[in-house]
């Protein structure tokens, strides 16, 4: 019975809202005490990039937003560190659909066992007319999910 309770690999997705650092924590909270790997993972949505009206989706767009991502995972990671220091913490970057990254391409190449979400994030018109991230994480993968207010 005691395998049941036990995950392997937690993912916590985040996007630099306010409940980002909530997330993080508490997913690091579940993988310290499984013994476990916690990935941190920011994705950028290029749906929303390719639907932004009348900008120029340049290089330097993308540059920025890959640096902004990167500082935002980094400043989680050590903020989880600095209350689980000896757990193995790894960061990530995808581009995509952050529906189908988080539900199912990323657990998928990274063996998750369960996923820590938030129950909302910075898009409120996206979650209005096309229906939440987390909706539809809940909904597709093929993990256990937990959703944290």
Known sequence: ???????????????????????????????????????????????????????SITGDVIYHLVQDSEEKLNTLKNTVLVEFPELEVDIHMRFGSPKKVIASEFPADHETGLILIGKSGLNALERLIVGSVTTFVVQNAKTDVLIVQ
């Open 1 to 55: 019975m005691a395998d049941v309770l036990e995950y392997k690999n937690v993912l916590a997705p985040v996007d630099g809202s306010a409940v980002s650092e909530k997330v993080a924590l508490k997913a690091a909270a579940v993988a310290s005490r499984n013994e476990t790997r916690l990935d941190l993972l920011y994705v950028i949505d290029t749906n929303a990039l390719s639907g932004v009206a009348g900008m």
